[in-house]
């Protein structure tokens, strides 16, 4: 027996433990798919799951009522951590309609092919399913084309599939039942990784929200767990992370091949330290990128270090380098130090690769020659406290 999450209400989604890697985002809780089925007058699934775990989601629904009696399948969000199990659930839901936004129709018919009865909403619609009434929000870039929030009216519930989620592994399905601490860790990960690039939509997004006068109780994402007990809490977050509000934080990035770049962060970070700013260290062959992304959210200045090789930065850094001028975070100082051999490159490349994307590179830089020697650690701790006092004004 499967307990609704409200009346007539219930989760039907999957677990996914094993998962550590989600296209390059490590996952090193898991994740959940997340699906929800409302038995009114029209019974109506929301989203499905990865296909792999397809058996599961039917198994949920079966033990609530029957795929015939689906009336509608929403597909608010058409990647296939959400929709590849459409096509199986389609065949045996055989009375289903699926409703989606246009974009999201286009995108159907290329993962699926064309042979589903699919209706199109937009924002603003509304569907009765007898005592509840649905209203459709589109979230373009949010974060694909055909990203799309539903909304329960008259339970006040939010789905907005990808956003507010967080890849967390649990058979707890609520907020106020997981630790708050792994929760806000996991949704901030989620947003640096995912929803950076879009932080003015979201901004946008949580405007046109009120405006329409949804006002949630609870967000039922399609990853994680549902915010039952303070859902304005992510909203904030949310707010918080779209404006690129920061924290008096550095983030030394770097990475060393005989340690001569290592010894130079180091030293820059004890010179941070010392001005009493909070500073990670983190290198690249050590620590993921998901979780140095994650770190960078926050901060107010990153410091990206780098050895020379074959006259350019190390291929490490250059992978870091692409990854976080896509994501293209807000409101952040960069700075730049690295060691060489005989011809040096390393933070040219780097400043060159920042100041294309247009962030804001701050000078001077710092290179040292071969192993720094003990007034060159000098000087990087002398670096390192000209950043301490850059961010703190
Ligand atoms: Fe969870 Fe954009 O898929």
Redesign the pocket.
């Known amino acids: 027996m499967i307990e609704p999450i409200t009346e007539n209400i219930y989760w039907v989604g999957v677990i996914d433990w094993n998962i550590r890697d989600f296209h390059g985002y490590k996952t090193r809780r898991g994740t959940t798919?997340n699906a929800y089925l409302i038995l009114d007058e029209k019974t109506t699934l929301v989203d499905t799951v990865k296909s792999k775990f397809s058996d599961g989601l039917l198994a949920n629904i079966c033990k609530i009522t029957s795929l015939e009696k689906i009336n509608y399948i929403i597909i608010n969000?058409v990647?296939?951590?959400?929709s590849s199990s459409l096509p199986k659930i389609a065949k045996q839901a055989k009375n289903a309609t699926i409703i989606t936004s246009k974009k999201g129709k286009e995108a159907i018919i290329k993962h699926y092919g064309d042979t589903f009865n699919i209706k199109t909403v937009k924002t603003g619609d509304k569907l009765s399913l007898g005592k509840r009434t649905i209203q459709f929000l589109e979230a373009p870039m949010l974060?694909?084309p055909d990203?799309m929030f539903t909304y329960l009216v008259e339970d006040k519930i939010l789905m907005p599939?990808?956003a507010f989620?967080q890849h967390l592994a649990t058979t707890q399905r609520f907020d106020d039942q997981v630790n708050q601490h792994v929760l806000m860790e996991e949704a901030a990960t989620y947003y640096a990784n995912?929803l950076t690039p879009f932080a003015p939509l979201i901004t946008r997004k949580i405007q046109q929200i009120k405006q329409l006068g949804i006002a949630p109780e609870v967000i039922a994402p399609?990853?994680g767990v549902i915010w039952r007990s303070n859902p304005t809490k992510i909203v904030k977050a949310y707010l918080d992370w779209s404006e690129g509000k920061t924290k008096n934080k550095v983030v030394i990035v770097y990475d060393t091949m005989w340690q001569s770049t290592d010894k130079m962060a180091r030293a820059i970070l004890e010179g941070i330290a010392s001005e009493g700013v909070d500073v990670r260290l983190l290198k690249l062959r050590s620590a993921e990128l998901t979780e140095v992304v994650t770190e960078v959210l926050e901060a107010k200045a990153v410091v990206v270090g780098s050895p020379t090789l074959n006259n350019q930065m190390f291929h490490t850094i250059s992978a870091f380098l692409t990854h976080i001028t896509g994501l293209n975070p807000r409101g952040k100082k960069w700075f730049f130090f690295g060691s060489f051999g005989w011809g040096g490159g390393a933070v040219k490349s780097m400043v060159e690769a920042t100041r294309k994307a247009g962030f804001a590179v701050q000078e001077p830089t710092l290179e040292i020659n071969y192993v720094p020697d003990k007034e060159e650690i000098k000087k990087c701790f002398e670096f390192g406290k000209k950043i301490a006092a850059e961010i703190r004004g």
Request: charged share 20%.
């Open positions: 798919y969000h990647e296939m951590d959400h974060h694909w990203s599939n990808d989620g995912i399609s990853h």
